[in-house]
């Protein structure tokens, strides 16, 4: 079978996604790719931003391909699954100037995975995995018959029909994945990097685990990258040194939760590359935060969330430590790398005078705490099941109404006020019955 791998070329104009509108690895894809063409299937991959072409143009080099099955993604890459753009616009624009010139066609992401129905109708997709979606892509291009294939969701005369839970990959012994030298060269940042460098060489993605053992209340990971996963470390590093010898200088771990992990630290102390990495400060202890600094961190994201114990049981953290022991940690990993930013969300717990205390006290330190971002309620979140129970065909429309109602102001990493999803969607996805 031919089958064409597409991650559209995205925009995010009054939308509320939270992540980073630069370029990333398509590692969803590129995992695919991998083990479509392990069972002797004909793959191409394309990507919007690394190939700088807008949707017409992707659309035109899948027709020209001619596949039997057409993949689009509907979140920018793996790391941003847990924080997708709400709206389907990007990938019912591409699949639009596709106009059935790709066979049959697959949405994967976060959307169809909590909501099939909604983003069949919506993308007029014949099908929808949901869950992670490597395996499932090799079973359907496998088989005529999708009805039997686990993990996905169709509209069948306009019921429908699901089969199997949602699905999750192996993971564990994904083989080193490689990238086209004009993809990495269309990669020159360095996601969430702000040291004073050098800024040496591309940029790139890569995976050491998947999941997290954690369940706070604002992570949308319920139908997707939940349980935890540690990828053999022997491929990683492979994956890594052909990185590095492609001329990549800096890495990212896209990670929900990097976790100490002291043979891959050792490892890559003797590694010409740095990296960045996200992660729950309260996991590590001094020693390693500075073989951490000594393995070529120079940024860590790290959930802190909220800054009072109140705070963080609300959100489920699960976290044993008081702000004071949490900001030493975070003070004293800034000693070995040399940006570090406390993540917080905002929440009813944390008044203004608290906030201001432990922001000034952590910036005037060297960390970067931010300005607490609100929380949006992810349909595969916790906090959207706390509040309206399961999700149904309305909820990403729920949660946006929510979010747009309960905030005057919103977080300094958002340039715009974010306009309502049926504005966003009206004029490209398909009417829903």
């Not at 089958?3 to 509320?16: C, K």
């Not at 993604?73 to 990938?91: D, G, Q, S």
């Not at 540690?230 to 990185?243: F, P, S, T, W, Y």
């Not at 993540?343 to 952590?362: F, K, M, Q, Y």
């Amino acid at each position: 079978m031919k089958v064409a791998l597409v991650n559209p070329a995205w925009s995010y104009d009054g939308s509320i996604y939270f992540g980073c509108r630069h370029e990333h690895l398509p590692l969803e894809l590129g995992y695919s790719k991998a083990l479509l063409e392990a069972a002797g299937h004909a793959v191409l991959m394309l990507d919007g931003q690394l190939m700088r072409a807008g949707n017409g143009a992707l659309a035109a080099q899948v027709a020209d391909f001619r596949p039997d099955m057409t993949v689009v993604t509907t979140a920018p890459t793996y790391l941003f699954w847990r924080c997708a753009p709400p709206e389907l616009r990007v990938p019912a624009e591409f699949l639009a100037a596709l106009a059935g010139r790709g066979g049959r066609t697959v949405a994967v992401g976060p959307h169809g995975s909590a909501t099939p129905r909604p983003t069949l109708e919506k993308l007029g997709v014949d099908a929808v995995v949901r869950g992670e979606c490597e395996e499932t892509l090799v079973a359907l291009a496998q088989t005529s018959d999708w009805d039997r294939v686990d993990g996905v969701a169709r509209l069948v005369d306009g019921d429908l029909v699901t089969r199997g839970p949602t699905m999750a990959s192996p993971f564990v012994d994904h083989a080193p994945l490689s990238w086209p030298r004009e993809w990495l060269e269309n990669h020159p940042h360095h996601h969430h990097r702000f040291d004073e460098g050098p800024f040496v060489g591309f940029g790139a993605e890569v995976e050491a685990s998947r999941g997290c053992p954690y369940e706070c209340a604002f992570c949308a990971k319920i139908d997707y990258r939940d349980k935890y996963r540690r990828r053999k470390l022997e491929h990683v590093l492979a994956e890594i040194d052909g990185l590095i010898d492609q001329g990549v200088g800096y890495l990212y771990f896209i990670d929900e939760i990097f976790l100490p992990q002291k043979a891959l630290l050792e490892a890559l102390v003797e590694r010409p590359v740095v990296f960045g990495v996200q992660t729950r400060i309260d996991l590590w202890k001094p020693d390693l935060l500075e073989l951490l600094g000594e393995a070529g961190c120079v940024s860590i994201e790290a959930g802190l969330e909220s800054l009072t114990e109140e705070g963080r049981a609300m959100l489920a953290k699960r976290c044993r430590m008081d702000t004071p022991e949490l900001a030493a940690l975070l003070v004293k990993a800034r000693a070995h790398v040399p940006f570090v930013q406390a993540n917080l969300i905002g929440t009813p717990t944390d008044s203004t005078e608290i906030v201001a205390h432990w922001r000034e006290h952590l910036i005037s330190r060297g960390v970067w705490a931010n300005d607490p971002v609100p929380l949006y309620p992810y349909p595969s979140s916790p906090s959207y099941r706390d509040l309206w129970g399961m999700p149904d065909d309305r909820a990403w429309e729920r949660a946006h109404e929510h979010y747009l109602a309960a905030f005057d102001r919103f977080s300094d990493i958002q340039d715009e006020r974010p306009r309502p999803l049926p504005e966003l969607e009206n004029a490209c996805c398909g009417v829903r019955a």
